[in-house]
Structure formats: structure tokens, C-alpha cells
T-cell receptor
Framework: KQEVTQIPAALSVPEGENLVLNCSFT??????LQWFRQDPGKGLTSLLL?????REQTSGRLNASLDKSSGRSTLYIAASQPGDSATYLC????????????FGKGTKLSVKP | DTAVSQTPKYLVTQMGNDKSIKCEQN?????MYWYKQDSKKFLKIMFS???????INETVPNRFSPKSPDKAHLNLHINSLELGDSAVYFC????????????FGNGTRLTVT
């Protein structure tokens, strides 16, 4: 059974710092891995999707890496800004459907000005 | 031009009532989903549906039923509401087979009193 774990549960950093969020999964047979952002009272916004054959994906100040063999992914945020404050979730699909996602419990990030 | 829209945003009702949440997507996706986020912010899939197949998470009570009048809509009907049904319900959509990310609605906060 696939389980997704995110560490840390919460993180507070001063503006401008580079930071890393961690995600681990127990079953390495995954199609892909997605990182989402959730703002309070809002839905989830997809940030990056890494295919199982890829090692990393980049979008602006965000870089996500994937190591299937060790069951790990990291989300690197460069030069953090207060607007980055949100909960970040990683998720992997299961059951043959790429939309049936198992989510981690998220990392709540607070970037202080 | 919201991609995935849900109504209502808030729903307060009494135990025992029957209620529906509507979801529409204008992305042309072929698969839609319902997710539940509990009080601890943990997201779990409830249903996935395309024009061929309904996949139900086995932990979902049969008081919950998805109804799809057409490809762009997947409504959630809940009968005999219970206190434990209080949560935020998210609709999402994706295009199967295309390795595209999931697109989420902004959620419906259901409170059962």
C-alpha cells in the first residue's frame, strides 16, 4: 500500500532564504509525482509534475527532483518570498489512474518579511 | 474563465438532510474526481469518473453518490448527512493518458450541525 510522507510538517523562514521541502513514498512503482500548493480557503494549484522517467523539473524559482529508487522527492524554493507562504503537498497516483492521487499531509511554509 | 468551479462555496445543514454539491469543468478533460479534506487537512480521493468507468474508494459510505449529467459536470449527492461528513470537498479534473496535472476547484466547506 502506497504511503506518502512529508517532512517537515511546518517551516518558518526569513524572506530571501533558499529552502527544501521533502516528500517520501513507500512504493517506487509510480507514474509521476506532483507538487501542489494550497492557499488558505482555496483549492490546490499544481506547481510541478515530474514523470517517472525524469529526474527533475523546474519552473521559475521552483525545482523538484525525483529519485524513484529511494522513494524520495524534494521541492527546492530559491530566494523565498512572503507570497510563497502556503501549504505544499506532494502526491503520487495509484491504481492505474493518474488522477487517483495519494497525498502527503503537506508542509506549511511561512516566509517572514 | 474558471477552469474547475464548484457551488456552493459554503454549505451548512442539519444532520439527516440530503444535499448536493455541483462541479463543472471547462477544460475539456475526460475524467473528474471528488476529494475530501478532513479537519486535519488530509486529502483523500472519494471517486474518479470518466465516461467509461466510476471508481469508488471503498472507504466512502454509500450515502455519497456522484452523478454526471455530461462530460463537463460531476455532482456529488450526499444522503442522510452525519456530523462526520463535515469537511471540505474538492472537485478536480484531468485528461487521462496525457500525464497532465490535476486541476482543482476551490472547494466546498460542508458543515453538518
Amino acid at each position: 500500500k502506497q504511503e506518502v510522507t512529508q517532512i517537515p510538517a511546518a517551516l518558518s523562514v526569513p524572506e530571501g532564504e533558499n529552502l527544501v521541502l521533502n516528500c517520501s513514498f513507500t512504493d517506487s512503482a509510480i507514474y509521476n509525482l506532483q507538487w501542489f500548493r494550497q492557499d488558505p480557503g482555496k483549492g490546490l494549484t499544481s506547481l510541478l509534475l515530474i514523470q517517472s522517467s525524469q529526474r527533475e523539473q523546474t519552473s521559475g524559482r521552483l525545482n523538484a527532483s525525483l529519485d524513484k529508487s529511494s522513494g524520495r522527492s524534494t521541492l527546492y524554493i530559491a530566494a523565498s518570498q512572503p507570497g510563497d507562504s502556503a501549504t505544499y503537498l506532494c502526491a503520487v497516483p495509484y491504481g492505474g489512474s493518474q488522477g487517483n492521487l495519494i497525498f502527503g499531509k503537506g508542509t506549511k511554509l511561512s516566509v517572514k518579511p | 474563465d474558471t477552469a474547475v468551479s464548484q457551488t456552493p462555496k459554503y454549505l451548512v445543514t442539519q444532520m439527516g438532510n440530503d444535499k448536493s454539491i455541483k462541479c463543472e469543468q471547462n477544460l475539456g478533460h475526460d475524467t473528474m474526481y471528488w476529494y475530501k479534506q478532513d479537519s486535519k487537512k488530509f486529502l483523500k480521493i472519494m471517486f474518479s469518473y470518466n465516461n467509461k468507468e466510476l471508481i469508488i474508494n471503498e472507504t466512502v459510505p454509500n450515502r455519497f453518490s456522484p452523478k454526471s449529467p455530461d462530460k463537463a459536470h460531476l455532482n456529488l449527492h450526499i444522503n442522510s448527512l452525519e456530523l462526520g461528513d463535515s469537511a471540505v470537498y474538492f472537485c478536480a479534473s484531468s485528461q487521462e493518458g496525457g500525464q497532465s496535472p490535476l486541476h482543482f476547484g476551490n472547494g466546498t466547506r460542508l458543515t453538518v450541525t
